[in-house]
């Protein structure tokens, strides 16, 4: 089955017979077609009888060959008007949640609140099933990203700065084969790494720091994200501690995956070995996230997520313990859904590593 017609079996289930797409990954994912549109209007409508329809403005160069209809616009042209002529007005359109207010309220002019649904749950449900090929594409940005790991670990020195190493990140994805980043770098020292999403800056690096990392690649349109969390120096027994947790919250839960699971009970594995040894307040963002095309996907591994682990899902599994104004540790792997458990697309160690000083 083609992903358009997986999305449309999808749509079929929610009873929807015409479906507007506005999210570019979205459209990329169907069609294979890249457009980055900024702040223009482009969208494709599903339609029940495969009679599809892209909008796009003249501006993007995109294949001249290809199956469905192509309805082309310009700066100056009304183009909801456009999509108008070709929903069906008897029927309800779903739209998916990117679609942004500016174009969808000139579709509802006119017509009831109640035509329109929210159907995004076609196309995002469908994407967090991953196929054969978008598998084999993530296990590869994977492998680059723990090759990465290794050449960020080896830059790790006295004297040194976050955005030392962040600024070096880049080309060493480049000579590994990945095209960029799939989201800004985390480099973060010591104290810093309470901060989960802490940027990289001036920070000088010490004895005693831990040193975290995490880090994602973009190869062939797929994301890559892993954290690693050494220490430099030594590791004091407080690192020890809470990354001897952290480590052991991470492989509880990967060791649970399996078909069937509900993934909130992922969340609520990990979450108890932390919170059991008192840290459950330091351990303040969900378990994971999937990932796909976007570093971020429809789709979390959280207390509030009660769907179910299926094979061909792809997702973050990164419990934390973060000890404001001291120290934080993270560990991150992507695992993919197999028929009988998992497998874990990091292969770089989880052991501690104590950074000898130099
Ligand atoms: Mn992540």
Not at 98 to 113: S, V
Not at 237 to 259: C, T
Request: hydrophobic share 40%; charged share 30%.
């Amino acid at each position: 089955m083609t992903r358009i017609d997986r999305v449309m079996k999808a749509m079929e289930e929610q009873g929807i017979t015409q479906m507007l797409v506005s999210d570019p990954v979205s459209v990329f994912y169907m069609t294979g077609i890249h457009v980055e549109p900024g702040e223009r209007f482009y969208g494709m409508l599903l339609k029940e009888n495969g009679d599809h329809v892209l909008f796009v403005n003249h501006l993007f160069m995109i294949p001249k060959e290809v199956s469905f209809r192509k309805v082309w616009y310009s700066d100056t042209d009304p183009v909801m008007d456009y999509v108008k002529e070709y929903v069906d007005a008897s029927r309800i359109l779903g739209v998916d949640k990117d679609l942004k207010a500016r174009f969808l309220l000139p579709l509802m002019e006119g017509r009831k609140t109640e035509d329109f649904v929210n159907a995004s749950l076609a196309v995002d449900l469908t994407r967090g099933i991953k196929d054969k090929e978008e598998q084999e594409k993530m296990r590869t940005a994977s492998r680059i990203n723990d090759q990465a790991m290794e050449k960020l670990r080896e830059l790790v020195k006295e004297g040194t700065t976050e955005k030392e190493i962040a600024d070096q990140l880049l080309g060493i994805y480049q000579e590994l084969g990945a095209e960029d980043f799939s989201f800004s770098p985390i480099v973060s020292f010591g104290a810093n790494a309470a901060d989960p999403h802490h940027m990289p800056d001036d920070t000088v690096l010490r004895s005693g720091d831990v040193v975290l990392f995490d880090v994602g690649c973009i190869r062939e349109g797929y994301c890559s994200d892993m954290t690693r969390t050494f220490c430099y120096g030594q590791a004091t027994d407080k690192n020890r501690e809470i990354y001897d947790l952290v480590h052991r919250a991470n492989e509880a839960a990967i060791a649970k995956i399996k078909p069937g699971i509900m993934l909130c009970e992922l969340d609520r594995t990990a979450r108890d070995v932390i919170a059991k040894a008192g840290y459950g307040e330091n351990f303040n963002h969900r378990l994971g996230h999937f990932i796909g095309l976007s570093e971020h996907e429809f789709g979390d591994v959280s207390s509030a997520n009660k769907r179910t682990a299926e094979p061909g899902m792809i997702f973050s599994i990164e419990p934390g313990i973060y000890l404001p104004g001291e120290t934080g540790v993270r560990i991150e792997d992507l695992v993919l859904v197999t028929e009988d458990g998992a497998e874990v697309l990091n292969h770089y160690p989880k052991t501690l590593q104590i950074i000898e000083e130099k």
